[in-house]
């Protein structure tokens, strides 16, 4: 009887071991959907503190870039077209008149004053002149004592331009101060890109002309007795 006791206090002993142990488990362990939650949590936390890392170096990045981006200012580049145009001009009472300028009556008189005299041509196939290229384009001519411009219009209403000045006059004077009278020798430091067209002896006659490089446009001076006595500034009409 005895033995039967002391069996049962054992196997009711094992008993409450085991309910004990399994209880512990239950609470220590997670199911695998709480688990899993768990980890989606824990990834979840990690990309908002990596998104935030990144939104908090991004201004930074754009600032630096900004930064170092060089900033181009209007006259700091050259600009393209032909300023030789700007060379081949002369100057009168503070007034710059260049070839290629458009010019109307109106504005040749405010420059220049009322002409001696003024001619206007409207070239036609049967004028006699013999320049079909410019049918239908009218040319005028201002004449001033010691100075004559051209000026040219196309159809069609168009502006008229100077393409013609010459000057005999030392009151016009070049952009570079070059006005007839003046010696070769001062000609030819205010133009040493020029150059005398012929032999250029100091008793004889000869041309100097300076001109750009499309050689449409071009300047020349004209030289007598080793001075300058009229120049000549055009360009070649097509």
């Not at 033995?3 to 239950?26: D, R």
């Not at 001009?89 to 001696?116: C, R, W």
């Not at 000045?165 to 133009?191: C, F, H, Q």
């Amino acid at each position: 009887m005895k033995w039967i006791n002391k069996a049962t206090a054992v196997i009711l002993l094992s008993t409450l071991l085991t309910m004990a142990l399994t209880g512990c488990q239950s609470n220590g362990a997670k199911s695998p959907e709480a688990a899993q939650n768990s980890a989606e949590k824990n990834t979840s936390n990690e990309q908002a503190k990596g998104e935030g890392a990144s939104n908090s170096t991004a201004p930074a990045s754009e600032n630096s870039e900004g930064q170092s981006a060089e900033a181009i200012k209007e006259g700091s580049m050259e600009k393209e077209g032909n300023v030789v145009l700007k060379e081949l001009a002369f100057v009168y009472n503070e007034h710059t008149i260049a070839i290629s300028d458009t010019a109307n009556e109106d504005q040749m008189q405010q420059m220049l004053g009322k002409p001696d005299n003024l001619k206007s041509h409207t070239y036609s196939a049967g004028d006699g002149t013999n320049m079909d290229t410019l049918i239908g384009f009218t040319e005028k001519v201002y004449t001033y004592p010691g100075l004559e411009i051209k000026t040219i219009s196309i159809p069609e209403g168009k502006q008229d331009s100077i393409f013609h000045i010459e000057i005999t006059d030392p009151k016009y004077a070049t952009v570079r101060n070059i006005k007839a009278g003046d010696s070769l020798d001062t000609l030819k430091n205010a133009y040493p890109e020029g150059k005398l067209l012929g032999d250029g002896a100091p008793n004889e006659e000869d041309d100097f002309r300076y001109e750009p490089s499309n050689y449409v446009d071009v300047m020349s001076f004209h030289i007598k007795d080793a001075k300058v006595e009229s120049i000549q500034i055009y360009s070649l009409l097509d």
